[in-house]
C-alpha cells in the first residue's frame, strides 16, 4: 500500500491543443478507498491509466510514498488494476485464476492457499474454486477478476475501472457492500472510477469529483451533499440534485426575480466584494412550506407521491424547483410559501461556492 501524491499533473493527448486533464496537485492517504466520479469525458479514466502508468502526462508527478514513478512502466508500480470487462484465463480453473498473481510472484503454496480461501469466502466463490473459467457467465467472470486485483497484500493500490458495468443490478448492490468490507478488512488503497454517484458514494471514504477535466471538489459523501464546492457537484450529487437559482444581492438581501430574501450581513459584505453574478444553490431537502418568517412565493407545478417523500415542483422567479416533503404533506393551493434553511443555502460565483 502506498500514500499516491499527483504533483502538478497535467496531460494533453498529443494533437489536442487544450488539457484532457487540468494540472493539479492532491494526495491520497495510503490505506484510503477513493472514487474518481464524473460524466463520460470529464478525465476519469484518464487520471486512472496515469497513476497505473498506461499512460504517462505531459507535465507533472506521479508520487508513491515519495518515490517519482511518473514515467516507471506498469509492472514496476506494484499496482492492481481491474478493468470494465474481465480480463481472466479461461483454460484454469477459479483457484488458479485467483492464484496466479501469487504464483507469478513466487510465494509459497499454502500462503497461495490460504489467501486465495480468503478472498473466495470473502466474494462467495469458495463453491466454484474447482470450475473451469471458460464456463462461467460474464458476470461470474468479472467476480473473478475482482478477486484477482484484490488476492496480493502487497500492492501500492488497487485501480478499478467501472468495474460493475456487466454486473446484475443486485448482484452489483452486493458487491459495493462486499467492497467496502474488503476495504475495512484488508486496509488496502483503493481508487474506483465510476460514472454512478450511488456507486462512489457507497464505496468511497473520499469520493473525487471531476468537471471537464478538473477535479472540483474532494470530500466524504456527506460533505460533496451538505456543502458542495461547485455547482456542478451540486447538480450532480443527489436525486433530484440541487436547485440553482440566478439571483442578485440588494443590500443584505438577495433578489430571485421580484422576490427579495434577508441573508445575513456579513454574508451580504461577502458576496459584495465578489462583483460578479451569483448564483443561489440550496438542496430540494432544505426547503420548507412555511406561513411565516422570510419566505418566496412560488406557484405548485405538480406533487409526486414517491413513497416515503412527496416532491413538489413549483415555479420561482421564472426557474423550476424542487422540494422535497414529508410522506404525509399536502398541498392544497395553486401556489405556496417556500422557506430556505439559511445555513444550507449556498452562493456561487462563476461556479465556485462562495465560502
Known sequence: MAKIELVGLGHKY?????????????????????????????????????????????????????????????????????????????????FDNLAFPLRNRKLREPEVKSRVQEIAEILDLTGDLKRRAAGLSAEEKQIISLGRGLVRKDVAAVLFDEPLTVIDPHVKWLLRRQLKRIHQQLKLSLIYVTHDQIEALTFADQVVVMYEGQVVQMGTPQDLFETPAHTFVGHFIGSPGMNLLPCQLEGQSIRLGTQTLPIDSALAGKLASIGQPLTLGIRPEFIQLAEDGPTLDAEVLRLEDLGTVKLLTAQLAGQTIKIKLGEHASVNSDRVRLGFTPARTMFYADGRRVA
Open 14 to 94: 498529443p494533437g489536442n491543443a487544450d488539457y484532457s486533464l487540468q494540472p493539479q496537485t492532491m494526495t491520497w492517504q495510503d490505506g484510503g478507498a477513493y472514487a474518481l466520479l464524473g460524466p463520460s469525458g470529464c478525465g476519469k479514466t484518464t487520471l486512472l491509466n496515469i497513476i497505473s502508468g498506461l499512460l504517462i502526462p505531459s507535465e507533472g508527478q506521479v508520487l508513491f510514498d515519495g518515490c517519482d514513478v511518473t514515467r516507471l512502466p506498469t509492472e514496476q508500480r506494484n499496482i492492481a488494476q481491474v478493468f470494465q470487462f474481465p480480463v481472466i484465463y479461461d483454460t484454469m480453473t477459479v
